[in-house]
């Protein structure tokens, strides 16, 4: 799935590439997909959202 490919995409990104403040955005956001992706009731909207969520964060993501 799309949520699943933009998991793997941003669990290859190294923290220390990027200013804590943006990676602690995206952090958040991966912590939140994880947890819709582990949630067999998930609702599409819930997909959706963390998908949107996780790829503005990413987005957001200053190098240093």
């Keep these: 799935t799309v949520l699943t490919q933009l998991i793997q995409e941003v669990a290859q990104l190294e923290?220390?590439?990027?200013?804590s403040d943006s990676w602690a955005t995206l952090d958040q956001a991966l912590q939140t997909?994880?947890?819709?992706?582990a949630d067999p009731q998930a609702t599409q909207?819930?997909?959706n959202d963390a998908v949107s969520a996780l790829q503005h964060a990413k987005a957001a993501l200053v190098e240093v």
Excluded: C, L
């Excluded at 923290?15 to 200013?19: I, K, L, Q």
């Design 33 to 37: 997909a994880n947890q819709v992706m």
């Design 15 to 19: 923290a220390s590439n990027y200013t």
């Design 45 to 47: 909207e819930q997909v």
